[in-house]
Nanobody, 127 residues
Framework: VQLQASGGGLVQAGGSLRLSCTAS????????WAWFRQAPGKERIFVAG????????YYDDSVSGRFTIYRDNAEKTVYLQMTSLTLEDTALYYC?????????????????????WGQGTQVTVSS
């Protein structure tokens, strides 16, 4: 499975960006998606995830109400709509995908649960 992330960039505080990540190659039958981010000198942390079954969404408290994750199964793509961006949102954003049972409504939030990662896309928020 190969993941290609895009959509990052430079944006002013209060602005919006939409990230996307598309899977290609040998894709999984049932899978959850997640976005993580890593700021300089810090560990990679969970931002948002969406389950395979019923597309249940999960968010870190720091982005809840500002970010929205959604998926297009036909396009094998996940999106992260980010609004009301703050300086603290500046980071390298990674998408990840992992096989899950077909009726799974959960999403893994730990990095070592994922074996498939995108290359990262930089989001920089300026004041």
């Amino acid at each position: 499975v190969q993941l290609q992330a895009s959509g990052g960039g430079l944006v002013q505080a209060g602005g919006s960006l939409r990230l996307s990540c598309t899977a290609s190659g040998s894709t999984l039958d049932s899978y959850s998606w997640a976005w993580f981010r890593q700021a300089p000198g810090k560990e990679r942390i969970f931002v948002a995830g969406i389950s395979w079954y019923r597309s249940r969404t999960y968010y870190d408290d720091s982005v809840s109400g500002r970010f929205t994750i959604y998926r297009d199964n036909a396009e094998k793509t996940v999106y992260l709509q980010m609004t009301s961006l703050t300086l603290e949102d500046t980071a390298l954003y990674y998408c990840a995908i992992e096989n899950v049972p077909i009726y799974a409504e959960f999403v893994h939030t730990m990095t070592d649960a994922y074996h498939h990662w995108g290359q990262g896309t930089q989001v920089t928020v300026s004041s």
